[in-house]
C-alpha cells in the first residue's frame, strides 16, 4: 500500500487543523493505521492509532483530548484531526499502516507516507 499525507500548514497556537493520509494500491481496509511526527533533533513517535475497521483506537498522553484519529475505508483515507493546537505540536506529521493490530512501535510499521511539515506559531 502507498500512503501520501497532506494537510500540514502554519497554524497559531490553539487553532486546529485536519491531516489526511491518502492510500492506494492493495486494500486500506486491511491495515491498521498510525500517526507519528518527528520534531527536529527528536526521535519520531506515535501520536495515534486506528484498528483496520475503525473499532479501536490508541492516542499517546500528549495529544490526548485534543487529537481525533479517523479513517473512511471506502475512501482509502485516513485522518487526524488536531484541536488546541500547542507550539510543541511542531513536527513532521506522518502517517504509516500495518497488516494486524496497531502498534505503538514505528518499527512494526512496514508503510509510510512522506510526511507533512506541522508548524504551530505561539
Known amino acids: 500500500v502507498q500512503l501520501q499525507a497532506s494537510g500540514g500548514g502554519l497554524v497559531q497556537a490553539g487553532g486546529s487543523l485536519r491531516l489526511s493520509c491518502a492510500a492506494s494500491g492493495r486494500a486500506f481496509s486491511m491495515y491498521a493505521m498510525g500517526w507519528f511526527r518527528q520534531a527536529p533533533g527528536k526521535e519520531r513517535e506515535i501520536m495515534a492509532a486506528i484498528s483496520a475497521r475503525g473499532g479501536s483506537e490508541y492516542y499517546a498522553d500528549s495529544v490526548k483530548g485534543r487529537f481525533t484519529i479517523s479513517r473512511d475505508n471506502a475512501k482509502n483515507t485516513g485522518y487526524l484531526q488536531m484541536n488546541m493546537l500547542k507550539p510543541e505540536d511542531t513536527a513532521v506529521y506522518y502517517c504509516?499502516?500495518?497488516?494486524?493490530?496497531?502498534?505503538?512501535?514505528?518499527?512494526?510499521?512496514?508503510?509510510w507516507g512522506q510526511g507533512t511539515l506541522v508548524t504551530v506559531s505561539s
Open positions: 504509516a499502516a500495518r497488516s494486524g493490530l496497531p502498534q505503538v512501535d514505528k518499527g512494526a510499521y512496514a508503510y
